[in-house]
């Protein structure tokens, strides 16, 4: 018998290889804790992202540009206390600095970390005009 093509090694039909193949990039993805993600961008911007993500320190500038839109409640302990009703664990900077103005009575300075005190002088100037109104 003289069929054409390429030798059949998998004995499993082609539709069966894909779903398998398709399962294990996926569990792929999740032990190497990758996860994708949808954006609907401008064409310009999204062309932008493009180029830029074949850079190969990509991924570590992104997220030190991400740290000028948000802020990760657990590394800041009286920001942590502040938002204690939360559920999210990031917050919008604008949000942050907020929660600071509105309840800076309950901060307690002395006990400040470097770290968050560094993070209200970037919200001040980003977000307050160099001033927070407490």
Do not use: H
Request: proline letters at 4%.
């Amino acid at each position: 018998m003289n069929t054409r093509g390429r030798p059949r090694t998998n004995t499993l039909p082609r539709r069966e290889q894909l779903r398998l193949a398709k399962r294990a990039q996926r569990e792929r993805q999740r032990r190497s804790d990758l996860v994708e993600v949808q954006l609907r961008l401008p064409k310009n911007v999204a062309e932008k992202l493009g180029v830029a993500r074949r850079a190969p320190d990509f991924v570590e500038r992104f997220d030190a540009a991400l740290e000028g839109f948000v802020v990760l409640l657990a590394d800041y302990p009286q920001l942590r206390d502040l938002a204690w009703n939360r559920v999210d664990e990031f917050i919008p900077v604008e949000e942050a600095f907020q929660l600071y103005e509105r309840n800076w009575r309950f901060i307690d300075v002395a006990r400040l970390e470097e770290r968050e005190r560094l993070l209200i002088e970037r919200l001040k100037a980003s977000c307050g005009n160099g001033e927070i109104n407490a």
